[in-house]
DNA sequence: AGTCACGATGCAACCAGTTGCAACAATGCG
DNA sequence: CGCATTGTTGCAACTGGTTGCATCGTGACT
């Protein structure tokens, strides 16, 4: 599950900022974990990460930070299938959206680009005038190595 | 969000019982509401109705429940967005498998069935060597008679 | 730099979902 | 039809996420 490091280091801060959105102590930690994380996250490692840098960090401020980057729609959420509890994952959003598939057995995550995707959303727009803010495709099941 | 009943009743208690599951008044209870369910519902929904019959349900039970159903691939959980806090929406599986839309003003809830979709699915399972058990596509922003 | 308004934070109380465990009951067998 | 086995249940304790509220600090304007 390779994020690659495409954007400017500090742009969420800039992209909010840019909307008017205060900055806090706080809010540029937790915009830097995400910024620079290398996997999907939940919300327990990035309040572990945050404390690193802000010990005093509640978690709640961790949960609203997520949601206002959700509202802005500056990372997706994930389920990865909920497979260990109900948590969920989340990374930045970048051009390239991709398709989340997650083993069953050994956990791996990975990613995958496809046309068809594209063209299934576009096709949503259009045929059911609907205008997409996010869209979000999880496979789970049973990756090469795993299966019988 | 129409749900058509193509199924038999009572086909989740046999479907399950044939698997050997042993059957009890608690689940006997809450596969009729799935199954008969016309709305996606969420867990505390089902817990709602389940009671009105078996006054003594308790809501672990209908987690648990879910669980079973999940494991055996008799129903999709959705997340709608988390349009109202992190709760689950449930639906039982059906041979007709549809993206889920989600109004991001209204709430409201539309289904679609596409050859992309299965389209893409295949591809993954090809191209990625991954064999898919469950697959769900998960989209939010604004009905025709929301948008501006 | 000093003031101010209002958005953001932390804390505590709350709610939804999970897990451990002892009591219970569905099913299969004598 | 009663008995034993073993999976299922309800309860209580717990964990993860949310909400209300008083306090704090950012950023704008002087
Ligand atoms: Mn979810
Ligand atoms: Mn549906
Ligand atoms: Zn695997
Ligand atoms: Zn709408």
Do not use: W
């Not at 900022?17 to 830097?32: D, E, H």
């Amino acid at each position: 599950m390779p994020l690659p490091h495409t954007e400017a280091p500090g742009y969420l801060v800039s992209n909010l900022a840019s909307r008017g959105v205060r900055m806090t102590r706080q809010r540029r930690a937790i915009l830097g974990i995400i910024e620079t994380a290398s996997h999907h996250l939940d919300a327990a490692q990035i309040l572990r990460k945050a404390q690193k840098q802000e010990p005093e960090v509640d978690r709640v401020t961790i949960y609203r930070t997520l949601s206002l980057l959700k509202r802005h729609g500056l990372i997706d959420e994930l389920d990865l299938m909920h497979l260990q509890g109900e948590k969920h994952f989340y990374e930045r959003k970048t051009p390239r959206e991709h398709v989340h598939m997650t083993c069953l057995r050994c956990g791996r995550v990975t990613e995958f680009e496809s046309r068809l995707f594209d063209g299934l959303k576009k096709q949503v727009q259009k045929e059911c005038r609907f205008q997409i803010a996010v869209a979000r495709m999880e496979i789970g099941g049973y990756c090469s190595s795993c299966r019988a």
